[in-house]
């Protein structure tokens, strides 16, 4: 068994900062991307940030230069730290990651269970 475990989420005025962390518990053998998404009500789910195991990163346009993801391979968790919030950035955010556990060679996606983010006006 493996989950993604989020926390970090809540009620923010505009301008402020959150941070997210999402841990990987579970059978692991190695975790390659991770990432997080975010949806809002009556959107589609959409890529906020990945990191490789590599360290290579990626933002969604909307972010860039406020949010900043980094992850720890020794705790199997990744964060999310984000700046600048904004009302538009209100939504459910989700962790993923590509994991290999212990008894399989391949590669699975998992998602955390979501952490509400709302930024007040």
């Known amino acids: 068994q493996v989950q993604l475990v989020e926390s970090g989420g809540g009620l923010v005025q505009a301008g402020g900062s959150l941070r997210l962390s999402c841990a990987a518990r579970g059978s692991i053998f190695r975790i390659n991307d991770m990432g997080w998404y975010r949806q809002a009500p009556g959107k589609q789910r959409e890529l906020v940030a990945t990191?490789?195991?590599?360290?290579?990163?990626n933002y969604v346009d909307s972010v860039k230069g406020r949010f900043t993801i980094s992850r720890d391979n020794a705790k199997n968790t990744v964060y999310l730290q984000m700046n600048s919030l904004k009302p538009e950035d209100t939504a459910v955010y989700y962790c993923s990651a590509q994991i290999i556990r212990r008894d399989t060679i391949s590669s699975l996606g998992y998602w955390g269970q979501g952490t509400q983010v709302t930024v007040s006006s």
């Open positions: 990191v490789a195991r590599g360290g290579s990163i």
